[in-house]
Structures are given as structure tokens and as C-alpha cells.
DNA sequence: CCAATGCCGTACCGTACGTTACGGTTCGGT
DNA sequence: ACCGAACCGTAACGTACGGTACGGCATTGG
């Protein structure tokens, strides 16, 4: 075991980075069937190369996710001026952003890795999406929600707890239907539906001028 | 390649039952990386008898899920006499069932298993799953919040969007975090409180006094 | 021009595991 | 007592794939 170049330390060269791309594209197509060969032969590269950037097959997965994972970085909030038509349209955007997401081939199929290493003494993808999914998504709404609390518009004592709901009426059965397989019609129309669905339940349940949460 | 008995086609024999009930301990304990040979010696069978009664290890697994879910076939919902304390006592006790069920070392391991080989083009778990898992929840509270609708008490359009709805109060992030190997502390206090929750919420969206969905 | 380095392509190795084959044992039927 | 079926235990086979070794080429620095 020679000493390996962590992915988190060194920042990737743009080959690196095409090799990742080329290992999702294949993880999107094959899932858990790829191969150490066939990513090399996508990225025409020499298998010996994987294993001097990433160590072994676990590393290669774990550098693939991370490099996704590094994409999708969110946008933050903005705290000035937040009226009820600013957050309800930025809860919306949440919505049907996370929705378009969760609905992406990439994404599902990286839970389904994640999923399916789960409990594996190894490297622990489920931890890294989980990280740069739901937790994702809490770190970014959960301040959101807490300004439209000072401003009155909200009513809620746990903020996290508020967040979960948000999530449950978002994403509902939508997720593990997906990564169950089930074939799933999922358009741009249906998305922002849902959002809209989902956000204005969210302001039933937790709109200032309704009764509070518990 | 020979012709195999169905499982769903003959019942199985008391020896088959126990021996796909070694293969769900396994499946529990090691997930998908339980072998041929590991289910063998748990069960004190020969690899020779798995492969006559099952035909090959993705047999195996499919008829050990099947096995799992004819387990648990659900108790249905008796339409006389509905007030809205035993709606809601029935919501809260399907919430409180579903959580527990979902929660459960059997649950989160026969859905990492379904999750993991959903999209390959062999038998699909995923399909097996989802139909006794969402699924079979849909079967039995659908006619539930109907009868509650016609009973005056609550008031939705879409009996599948009221569902849906109730699952996403009542599941939200749980499962993925679950199944993603997030460590989840979740004792049968804090499932009833969720239950409890979920169907308050689920009445402050889907009430007859309130206003209706949509 | 000449190392030296880094990487490609490929052949190769070791092993784990699905699958099959087979001898030995139990057991119900006649 | 004999037969055949079912099954156990285990050895053996075939293969796919993770991981390694090595020869050749291209680029860089001197």
C-alpha cells in the first residue's frame, strides 16, 4: 500500500477531471456493473493510471461522486427585502430545483450507488451524498426559512423540523420510486406543479397567519 | 437450461420457507454480497438444492423478497361506523405501522437490495418492492381517506395526490437517510409523535373544515 | 541528442464466486 | 430387502474482474 494522493487534498488536473467525467458517464449507463477496464477504455487511459490517481476501485467511485458533488454547489440566499412573493417564489425555485435534480439520471444513479455500498466498512459514499443532497438542501433552505420567520411570515419553534416537512411535501414518494426503478414521467410542467403544490401546503402548515407547527 | 418451478407458481414447501429464511438473516447481516455458498451452509442445504428450487442466485433473491413480503400482508380497513377519532386513530396507526416497517433491519436491507439491481434487465425486485412496499401502503389507506371523504371528514379531490401527500408528512427524509446508512435513532416513542404529526398536518391540508388541496 | 518522466495499451496473475458434477446418505414405497 | 428419488457435502470448473507488470511512445529538460 504506497501512499495515495487523496482526492480532498489535491485539487484535480483537467485529465482527472475527464476521467471522473467519463467514470459517471459509464456509472450513469452501467451503475454498479462498470468496470475498472471499461473506464479506462472510455477515457483511454491505461487501467494502471486509475490506479495511481485513485488507488483502487473504491477510490476511483469515491473521486466520482466527490467530483459531482463538487458541480452542483448551491447558490446562497440573499436576506434584504423578503416580502411573501420573494419567499414564496424562492421556495418554489428550491422546489423545483430539487425536484429536477432528484429526478436526473445522474443523481439517481448515484444514490443507487451510494445506497447500494451503504453499511460497507470502506469508504462511505451514502455519507457523501448524503452530505451533498438532503443535508445540502437543509443548509441551504434552513437559513431561508429562518429569515422568512424574523419577517413574520412563518411560524415555527424547530427549524429543522420545519425543513424536513418542506422535504416531505417536496419530494414525497418521488425519490424511492425513482431509485426503485419505477418508470416515472416527470416533466418540466409537473415539476414546477409540484413546487407550487408543495410550497403552498408548506404555507398551511407553517404560514404565520395559520396556527403554528405543534 | 431446464424447466424451474415458479415460486409464485407452487407453494412453498416448509424446507423451501426455512431455507429462504436463512437467505433473509444473510441479507440482513451481509447484504448483497451474500453467496451461494454462505446461503448453503446457513440453511444446511446444498448449493445442488438451491440451484434445482431457485434455478440461480438472482432466483434466489427474488423469491427470498417475495417470500419477505408475503409476510406481510396488510389487515384492511372495515368501513362501518367511521367518526373522526377512529380516522384519525387509524391514520396514526398506519403512520406509526408504515415507520416501523420502514425502519426495520428487513426493510432498509430488502430495499438496498431492490435499489441495487433495480435498472438491470434481470428480474426486477425494484418492481416487488415498490408493489408491496409504497404500493401496498397506497392499497390499504386509499380506501381509508375515501371513506373518510364520504364520511364528510375530509376533502380532496385525488384520492392518489391525498396519498401522496400523507406518505411524503410521514416519511420525508427517513427512508433515503435510512437506506443511505445515515445512523438513525428512531424508538417507538419518537415513531408515534412522527405519527401523530404527520396525520395533524395531513388533517390541516386535507380537513373538511379547512379549505381544500388545490 | 540523450536521459527521465508520465502515460497508453495490453498481457498477465490471483482470486472470488456462480455454477455444475458426483459420491454418499436418508427415506418412502413395494 | 431392494429401488429410486431427494438431498447433503464437497470438490471441481469456468469466468469475470480487480489489480500488477512491462514494453513502447511522446514530451520535457538539459
Redesign the interface.
Known amino acids: 500500500m504506497q501512499s495515495v494522493a487523496e482526492p480532498s487534498d489535491s485539487p484535480l488536473t483537467e485529465r482527472q477531471r475527464d476521467v471522473l467525467d467519463a467514470a459517471l458517464g459509464l456509472l450513469v449507463e452501467a ?2 456493473t462498470l468496470t475498472m477496464t471499461s473506464v479506462a477504455r472510455r477515457a483511454s487511459c491505461s487501467k494502471e493510471t486509475l490506479y495511481k490517481w485513485f488507488g483502487d476501485r473504491d477510490g476511483l467511485l469515491t473521486a466520482t461522486v466527490q467530483w459531482q458533488a463538487s458541480k452542483v454547489r448551491g447558490v446562497t440566499v440573499k436576506r434584504d427585502g423578503l416580502d411573501l412573493i420573494s419567499l414564496t417564489s424562492g421556495l418554489e425555485r428550491f422546489a423545483s430545483d430539487w425536484l429536477r435534480v432528484l429526478s436526473g439520471k445522474i443523481s439517481v444513479a448515484l ?2 450507488i ?3 455500498h ?3 466498512d470502506k469508504r ?1 459514499l ?2 457523501i ?2 452530505e451533498n ?2 443535508f445540502a438542501m437543509a443548509r441551504r433552505l434552513m437559513p431561508l426559512l429562518e429569515v422568512g420567520r424574523e419577517a413574520g411570515l412563518l411560524a415555527f419553534d424547530d427549524t429543522e423540523e420545519a425543513f ?2 418542506f ?7 418521488v ?3 425513482l ?4 418508470r416515472f414521467e416527470l416533466t418540466e410542467v409537473a415539476i414546477d406543479g409540484e413546487a407550487r ?1 408543495a410550497t ?2 408548506f404555507f ?2 407553517y404560514g404565520a397567519h ?1 396556527n403554528g ?2
Not at 422535504?167 to 414518494?173: Q, W, Y
Not at 431509485?179 to 419505477?182: E, R, T
Open positions: 451503475g454498479d444514490n443507487r451510494a445506497v447500494s451503504a453499511g460497507s462511505d451514502g455519507a451524498v448524503l443532497g438532503p424536513r416537512t422535504f416531505g411535501l417536496v419530494v414525497r414518494d425519490q424511492i420510486r431509485l426503485l426503478g419505477d403544490r403552498q401546503q398551511a402548515l395559520t407547527a405543534g
